[in-house]
């Protein structure tokens, strides 16, 4: 068995430029994906998901952008180094992405059982014949109704939902070891997103592929994780098991954010807004970025935390002097 | 036992569709089919679906920037579609909409203040003077700087510009706001606060609130009563706790158990609901919700359920529930 | 009168934001939003952002000093001209450049210089008078017809096909042709093909601003429609007009100078750069700088409108403005 992780990042820094100069959208982002593990990459707008995941894909764009230092271990080899085709060799095989927006991500003019198989043919020695058959048993394996008749069929004949599970099957077609979900089920309605959703959990105990889910909702990471890295501002600021995070949220920002969400399971509480913004990327502070929004905050918070592990919990990290039980320092 | 402020009755409205890639007829739409609710003063009232349920059109033919078919609307007791250009003018002051795009909902070639002052001099409601220490007030009533009012919208954060485009509701200062999806375009961080806020204005101002959503924790937080809708019919009416803890129509039901919970025991109880939504182009016959139903019976198909008043409060539109004569 | 958005495809919700291809841009915006008082300019009236933009644009501001000298020379002519431009002098016939006469004289011993100073008032006039009439015609009609829609919308622009159908030149002859080579006429057979771009220039942004929720609010606040089309659409739709002005006012100074070469423009004596033109062309072996100096006139000013065009569609890339 197998216990190497799936994918490992290690200080992964990606800068862009912004009036003539470089910009740190995501700083020393690190952690490990197990095999079989989904992990939840969860923040608000801005936080640097979204760049995290483009940045592993190795996406992000060149015009402005650059992966200014830090390693992608996927089964050992470094994705940072890699050249072009080494790349697109990797792509969509051994790692495979799938986007949040599902009427943009897929060719409009080309029928989508065409492009299923395109995937196929490109990461496999298939014959055109058999990329067509087994692009078929993939559309009915995400459950497209009637996937025969509509596998000539174009992408603006489908509904969202429809949508993102042609991009599942073809982000599962050459079976990645690792799939990175970014927003998938943000754009869909909430009965859909529940169908996407146990498909995707389904998809992933019959592959034991590992799954990196990126969002902004905690509900559905409460749903669907095992473990869970909670982003602010370019930094990662805790990571833990899901139900570990839930129920003894330690650093600052991930325990206002818990309060500030309405529950339908729930009768009305008073909610309690995070007040301040985030700091822009142009202008973000040399210590905590989260300091001049936090209650705990003190004078050590001038300077850059290290995300460590909880002395009770080795599985839970965070970032934050006061809270990672640092001697001296106030619970 | 005081008046409804907002009563709507049996609204219709059909569109035509919009053509594919070639042009041709391709049906109507039919957004709404005999919506019905009523709102108290003071009342936040939540209207919640998924997209194609018709609670958007709904909103808008409250306040009759959408004629509908046929059905009323009265406010104040007054019929808003018989209104007169004059006495719409008139009405148009005391119910005012938010809308869900931070980025589209203000003019981004004018000011703050000019935005704001707008209204109020459209309808001559004051001096050059009394209108700017109106601006004032109501801008440190959403919470932002009385500065603002020079700067353009882009200047501004998606919040900041929503608390403007509250603002803006504000200024001709109305009894009822509808709200469409005020937060759905804005962070979690972020959706606190204007929720914060908008309660604050309820309480303040006695506003009543039509609260349109299609996430039900908003809902359950801000609103008193719901009416849950499906393809352009109210499938189920009542109090906010009642509705999302015990759940009668099966959509509502499946509806509710789909929602993602922060908590991670929650996980289990996730309910798929299979198929699409049906399309509002060719809604199923009888009662739209049969091709999906978990509990569909054959007269599902045959006949749509009439709507049944379970209790005082609540009521609902299903044939496992019959009205008993 | 408004129908709602395009029906979303079933089970999509609204919120969603681009996909991961824009989600940077969209980042750097957001971001750019935080320091609106460092990196952007605030928003001011049309002109003023476009003068911005054309500062900021290089080729855009050579093609404007090109425009502005030219146009105070034009502006300027009774005091810039060393000499009448009427006066004839049969002893100067054909003279190359001298002292007193810096460009030479022309068949008729006019001083070459002045009138192409004098030419250049012509031009200005009628360019200017034309483009500014059917800015407001056509854009009026653009937004009014993009506004209201329907069978208003599709009686405007079969109406505006038909126009367009006729190039510059044939309608220019066929006004003069039936109504007399005066200026008024010039004007106005200018107009005439000028207002149909204006008009599809106005409605395109129309159809798509008043789809914008302000609109609707507008209309849930009371305006008119009178208002939303005027202080509302109106401002959004000015960048794209003042682009095209520009570059018509280019077509127009060509129109102009094409029908007076060909002898239906304004009547000689009076000095125009195209009917220069026509009389150099007759000496064109002998004397060439009576026709190439006001071909050069003409090359000139077309050139700097052109480049302030470019540099003013360049600019006003929506992606570059804050919207």
């Known amino acids: 068995m197998n216990s190497a992780p799936a994918l490992v990042v290690d200080r992964l820094t990606t800068e862009f430029r912004i009036d003539g100069r470089w910009h740190a959208a995501i700083r020393d982002v690190s952690f490990t994906v197990g095999r079989h593990e989904t992990l939840a990459l969860v923040g608000e707008s801005g936080c640097g998901k979204s760049i995290t995941a483009l940045s592993i894909m190795r996406l992000v764009p060149r015009a402005n952008g650059r992966i200014a230092s830090g390693r992608v271990l996927l089964d050992g080899r470094d994705l940072v180094q890699l050249d072009e085709a080494e790349l697109e060799a990797t792509r969509g095989g051994a790692i495979a992405m799938i986007f949040q927006e599902p009427m943009t991500s897929l060719n409009p003019v080309l029928p989508i059982g065409f492009q299923v198989a395109e995937t196929l043919r490109y990461h496999t020695k298939l014959s055109a014949a058999e990329a067509r058959a087994k692009a078929l048993a993939l559309l009915e394996h995400v459950k497209i109704p009637s996937a025969r008749r509509r596998f000539d069929d174009y992408p603006h004949q489908f509904s969202g939902g429809m949508r993102q599970r042609v991009m599942i099957a073809m982000a599962l077609a050459c079976k990645p070891q690792i799939v990175l979900a970014d927003e998938p089920t943000t754009a869909l309605d909430v009965t859909i997103q529940a169908q996407v959703l146990a498909l995707l959990a389904e998809l992933k105990a019959e592959t034991g592929m590992a799954l990196i889910f990126i969002t902004h909702n905690l509900g559905v990471v409460a749903s669907i994780a095992d473990r869970v890295a909670v982003m602010y501002a370019g930094d990662i600021v805790e990571t833990a098991p899901v139900t570990t995070l839930f129920e003894r949220p330690m650093h600052p920002y991930t325990e206002a954010l818990l309060s500030s969400i309405p529950r339908v399971d729930r009768d009305a509480g008073d909610l309690k807004p995070i007040a301040g913004q985030v700091p822009p990327i142009t202008a973000m502070p040399a210590g905590c970025r989260y300091a001049d929004r936090c209650p705990l905050r003190i004078e050590r918070c001038a300077t850059r935390p290290p995300l460590v592990a909880l002395p009770s919990d080795p599985r839970h990290e965070v970032r934050c002097w006061v809270r990672a039980g640092e001697p001296g320092a106030s619970a | 036992m005081t008046a409804p402020l907002l009563e709507v009755s049996h609204l219709v409205k059909t569109f035509p569709a919009r053509s594919g890639l070639l042009g041709g007829d391709a049906g109507t739409v039919h957004a709404l089919s005999d919506v019905s609710f009523s709102v108290a003063p003071g009342e936040a009232f939540g209207l919640v679906g998924e997209s194609g349920c018709g609670k958007s059109t709904a909103g808008r033919a409250i306040l009759r920037l959408i004629e509908p078919d046929s059905g009323s609307v009265l406010f104040k007791q007054k019929d808003v579609f018989a209104a007169d250009a004059r006495r719409m003018r008139a009405l148009r002051r005391e119910m005012q909409i938010v809308f869900q795009d931070p980025y589209s909902s203000l003019n981004p070639r004018r000011t703050i203040g000019q935005t704001l002052s707008e209204p109020m001099r459209v309808h001559r409601l004051g001096t050059p003077k009394e209108i700017r220490a109106k601006l004032r007030a109501v801008l440190a009533e959403v919470g932002m700087p009385a500065d603002a009012a020079e700067k353009y919208p882009h200047e501004f954060s998606g919040g900041q510009r929503q608390r403007i485009g509250i603002a803006r509701a504000l200024v001709l200062e109305p009894e009822l706001i509808v709200a469409d999806e005020p937060v759905s375009a804005l962070d979690v961080s972020i959706q606190a606060q204007i929720l914060v806020l908008l309660r604050g204005l309820q309480r303040r101002r006695n506003l009543s609130f039509v609260f349109i959503s299609h996430d039900l924790g908003v809902v359950r937080h801000f609103c008193r009563t719901v009416a849950v809708m499906y393809l352009g019919r109210v499938v189920e009416r009542g109090p906010v706790p009642a509705i999302f803890d015990d759940p009668l129509h099966p959509y509502t039901r499946a509806l509710r158990s789909a929602s993602p919970v922060p908590d991670p025991k929650a996980k289990v109880i996730m309910m798929k609901l299979e198929g699409e939504v049906a399309s509002a182009l060719a809604p199923p016959s009888g009662c739209h919700f049969h091709p999906r139903c978990p509990r569909a019976m054959p007269i599902c198909k045959e006949a749509y359920p009439g709507w049944t008043q379970v209790t005082a409060d609540r009521g609902v539109a299903c044939h496992l529930f019959p009205a008993t004569a | ?323």
Request: no cysteine.
């Open chain 3, 1 to 323: 009168m408004s129908e709602p958005g395009a029906a979303r495809p079933e089970g999509t919700t609204v919120h969603a934001s681009g996909g991961a291809d824009t989600i940077v841009a969209e980042r750097l915006a957001a971001r750019g939003e935080s320091l609106a008082h460092s990196t952007m300019p605030r928003e001011r009236g049309a002109l003023a952002r476009l003068g911005a933009g054309i500062r900021r644009h290089k080729m855009a501001s050579f093609g404007a000093a090109i425009v502005v000298l030219v146009a105070l020379s034009a502006i300027f002519a009774p005091w810039l001209s060393p000499h009448d431009p009427l006066e004839q002098d049969v002893l100067l016939r054909l003279a190359t450049p001298s002292a007193e006469f810096p460009l030479g004289n022309d068949s008729f011993g006019r001083d070459i210089l002045s009138r192409i100073l004098w030419g250049g008032r012509v031009s200005l006039y009628v360019s200017t008078a034309a483009v500014g009439i059917a800015i407001v015609i056509g854009g009026a009609l653009g937004i009014l017809a993009g506004y209201i829609g329907g069978k208003f919308d599709r009686i405007v622009m079969a109406a505006m096909d038909v126009l367009l159908s006729f190039p510059t030149l044939v309608m220019g002859l066929l006004v003069v042709a039936m109504l007399g080579p005066t200026v008024g006429n010039l004007i106005l057979a200018i107009t005439l093909t000028a207002v149909a771009p204006f008009a599809r220039i106005a409605r395109a942004p129309t159809l798509t601003v008043k789809e914008r929720d302000f609109i609707e609010a507008g209309r849930a606040l009371g305006f008119s429609n009178l208002r939303l089309m005027a202080v509302h659409i109106l401002p959004n739709v000015l960048d794209d007009i003042l682009v095209m002005a520009a570059l018509w006012l280019a077509t127009a100074i060509r129109t102009e100078a094409s029908l007076s070469f060909i002898g239906l423009g304004v009547r000689p004596p009076t000095a125009t750069w195209g009917g220069m033109i026509r009389e150099g062309f007759e000496n064109i072996l002998d004397s060439p700088w009576l026709a190439i100096l006001p071909s050069l006139a003409i090359l000139i000013v077309m050139l700097g409108l052109n480049m302030i065009g470019d540099g003013l569609r360049d600019t006003s890339d929506p992606r570059l403005r804050h919207e």
